[in-house]
Structures are given as structure tokens and as C-alpha cells.
């Protein structure tokens, strides 16, 4: 049975690495639900990360850096928009366009002012937001090791980290309980029926492509100004594919969309604990585990989810009939 250190770290482990994956999968799931099919995801979360380290950076102000995120990453969530919605392309290409696009922006535009090869320096103190002692932290702290625990796993977190797991409940209740959701669904299943009451398609599918801006901003920030100290190169690391892969197997439900990507995480948070691990008198290869979520993404993709059907309008431009 492990001890108690080691599940404090994990499951610290597991909630820091679940909070970029949740952002992302909300925000793939209000844009897919309304038939907008998002694989730009990894590419919004690389230059939120960007503009949020690089504005921190300039600026030394948290709140000035995440809205610089929020905005860069909504910007290019309306050129996906613009190319989908308003000129009826391929989201699929449009999607791959905004991660190439995105990759290469972050890495030459870093170089340009940083002269690091694309890295940027490391964020002054000011624009960090890791987390730190809350007010009751000297009461826990008294109750001995467990208090502590229930600390360092509820309580010493980055703000990211409570605006994700917030925004869980808070996803159901808009798709499940408001006007905007309702109609948001049913966009995604048949536009055709949400035009002929006189609703805009076009204007539904532009809001939620923006509500998918914003949040994979959050999640873009969190990366490099919660879980690491700057933006690195590629340092999404394939979070936005793995966000979608997520999404499909949470059948487009946010309650769903948070345990998967608690799972993704918990495998990654695991890794140093697996390393060096023997099976069978077999060492367990580092590659392997390092692998570990990017095999569970194609095990599960491979069909052992069941039927995941997807918005029946997903993937498909609105022509509307004349």
C-alpha cells in the first residue's frame, strides 16, 4: 500500500496535469458541439503559452499575461472561425493550419525578441501563478501530516487548477439548462431547423469558436506560467490531441470530459513512480512509460469506448437554402 507522500504527489501530480487537458477538452466541447470541429486545439494552447509568458515577461503583471493569452488564443480561434464558418473550408485543414501556424509564430517571434531559440527567460515572481499558503494553511498544518496533505492537495494550487474543475459544473449547466446551450446543441445536430426559427447559425457557431478562444487560453497560461516558469518550445507537448482524444471518449459530456482527462493525467503523474519498476524480473523500459498516455489515447480511439457518436453536423459548413 503506498504511503501517504507518495499520494499526495500523485494526486498533486494528477490535478496540476488534468488542469491544461480539462481546459482544452471544455473548450474542443463547446466548439464541436455546435458542429465546429476544433484539431487546432494544440495550437491555440502553444500561443496562449506564448503571449502569456512573453507578456508576464514585459510586464511583470500576472492579470496583464493571461489576458494577453485569452486574446491571442481567441484570435486565432476566429481565423478558424472566419475560415470554417464565414468561408465554408475544411475545419480539419483549417485546424492543422492554426498548429502549424501557431508553432512556427511562437518560434520565431521569441527569437526575434528573446534571442533564446525560441525560449523565452524565466518569469519574474510577480507573473507566476503557482499557487501558495491560503489563510487556514497554519490550522492545517497543525493537524499534522494529514492536515498537511489535505493542504498541499486542496489548497496549495494554482488558480488554473479551481477555474478548470469550476468550469466542469458550470459547462453542464449552460449546454443542459440555458437558452445559449440548448441552442448550441442543436446547432451542432441540425442547423437547418435552428435558421428556419430564426436564429443565427453563423453567430451561435462564432460564440462558441470564441468560448473555445478563451478557454484554451486559460489552458495555454497554465502551462507556462503555472506548471512551468516560461514558454518553451512545442511545450504543449501534444496536450490539445490529447484533449480530443479525451473529449471522444467522454462522448462530448463535460462530467465525462473531466474523469478522462483526470485519467490521462494520473498516467502521466505516474511515471516517475513506474520507472525502474520490475515486471516478470523485467525492468520496465522509460519509453514505455513515457509513452503510457499517448498508447492509452490510440487503445482507446481504437474502439474500446463503444459508439462515440459526434454532432451530426459536425465537420460540415451551413449552406443556408435560398
Not at 508553432?103 to 524565466?122: C, K, Y
Not at 492545517?140 to 477555474?163: H, T
Not at 492509452?296 to 443556408?320: C, E, H, S, T
Amino acid at each position: 500500500m503506498p504511503d501517504l507522500s507518495t499520494v499526495v504527489a500523485l494526486s498533486d501530480g494528477t490535478l496540476r496535469g488534468a488542469t491544461p487537458l480539462l481546459l482544452a477538452c471544455l473548450a474542443g466541447l463547446y466548439s464541436e458541439r455546435s458542429g465546429v470541429f476544433d484539431i487546432g486545439l494544440e495550437g491555440k494552447i502553444l500561443i496562449a503559452a506564448f503571449a502569456g509568458a512573453t507578456v508576464g515577461i514585459l510586464t511583470g503583471s500576472a492579470l496583464i499575461a493571461v489576458l494577453a493569452a485569452i486574446a491571442a488564443s481567441t484570435l486565432f480561434a476566429l481565423i478558424h472561425g472566419v475560415a470554417c464558418i464565414t468561408f465554408r473550408g475544411n475545419q480539419i485543414v483549417s485546424g492543422v493550419a492554426i498548429n502549424f501556424l501557431a508553432l512556427g509564430l511562437a518560434a520565431v517571434a521569441g527569437n526575434a525578441i528573446f534571442s533564446m531559440g525560441g525560449r523565452t527567460p524565466q518569469l519574474p515572481a510577480s507573473a507566476r501563478l503557482n499557487g501558495g499558503d491560503s489563510w487556514f494553511t497554519p490550522m492545517l498544518e497543525g493537524m499534522g501530516r494529514y492536515g498537511q496533505a489535505v493542504e498541499d492537495i486542496a489548497f496549495d494550487q494554482s488558480i488554473f487548477v479551481y477555474i478548470a474543475f469550476a468550469a466542469v459544473p458550470f459547462t453542464w449547466w449552460v449546454l443542459y439548462r440555458t437558452r445559449f446551450g440548448m441552442r448550441l446543441r442543436a446547432v451542432g445536430e441540425n442547423p437547418a431547423a435552428v435558421d428556419t426559427a430564426g436564429i443565427s447559425v453563423t453567430g451561435l457557431r462564432y460564440r462558441a469558436v470564441i468560448c473555445a478562444g478563451v478557454l484554451c487560453g486559460l489552458s495555454g497560461a497554465t502551462l507556462s506560467m503555472a506548471l512551468n516558469s516560461g514558454y518553451i518550445n512545442n511545450m504543449s507537448a501534444g496536450r490539445g490531441f490529447i484533449a480530443l482524444a479525451a473529449l471522444i471518449f467522454a462522448k462530448w459530456r463535460p462530467v465525462q470530459a473531466m474523469f478522462a482527462c483526470l485519467l490521462f493525467a494520473f498516467l502521466n503523474a505516474s511515471e516517475s513512480r513506474l520507472q525502474g519498476t520490475e515486471v516478470l524480473g523485467f525492468e520496465i523500459p522509460v519509453q514505455l512509460v513515457q509513452a503510457m498516455p499517448y498508447l492509452l489515447v490510440v487503445i482507446l480511439l481504437a474502439g474500446f469506448i463503444g459508439q462515440a457518436r459526434a454532432p451530426k453536423a459536425g465537420g460540415v459548413p451551413y449552406v443556408k437554402e435560398r
